[in-house]
């Protein structure tokens, strides 16, 4: 085994570390408006769910990041989770544009309003999470790790069966992170019991 001091490695060398054996990795396609209504999109791996009672998801950023801003300064977000129809159009909006510009203009993504927060959502996604700020934490270097509170759950009805509030995770066709430029699907499954 091989062993890496924290304290010895640089920035770059833990996130390589990190996103290369954490993984596949759920992604957050975040949509969120300034307070002059400028949508910005984009996507984030560095998220996951945190607790459903209350239903909470987290966010971490890097940096004080447009996404970021927006949440802080208007208190609301819009989760879009990847699948195989959208990802081509998520990985367009991890490019860098400036704070004026917005990624739902510059790539033509469609957008359509929100039924319990202000800031819109995309229209090609399958599975949606309204949510408001629950807890910022700052952390050192400027990063900066957001807890979001769930207000309003959309899933489309192809990978929902509503009676049992089932998710059909092959109709869903989730697409996961890797390292670098890599992604993944869900590939094999299989059933393992707990035990008692």
Request: glycine share 2%; no cysteine.
């Amino acid at each position: 085994m091989k062993s890496f001091n924290v304290e010895e490695l640089d920035e770059r060398q833990i996130y390589k570390l990190m996103s290369g054996s954490i993984i596949p990795r759920p992604i957050a396609w975040v949509t969120t408006q300034n307070r002059s209504g400028l949508v910005n999109v984009a996507p984030f791996s560095f998220f996951n769910v945190v607790s459903s009672q209350p239903p909470l998801v987290s966010i971490a950023f890097t940096a004080k990041k447009d996404t970021f801003n927006n949440i802080m300064a208007t208190k609301e977000a819009v989760i879009h989770l990847i699948s195989s129809q959208n990802v081509k159009e998520m990985n367009l909006t991890a490019s860098k544009l400036n704070s004026n510009e917005s990624e739902a203009d510059k790539y033509d993504l469609e957008l359509i309003p929100s039924q319990r927060v202000t800031v819109p959502s995309l229209k090609n996604s399958l599975v949606r999470f309204e949510t408001v700020l629950y807890k910022h934490i700052p952390l050192e270097n400027d990063a900066q790790f957001v807890i979001l509170k769930l207000k309003n759950f959309i899933f489309d009805e192809e990978v929902l069966e509503e009676s049992s509030l089932h998710i059909l995770a092959e109709k869903l066709d989730p697409v996961a992170r890797l390292a670098g430029n890599n992604f993944a699907t869900l590939g094999e499954q299989w059933t393992l019991i707990r035990p008692e």
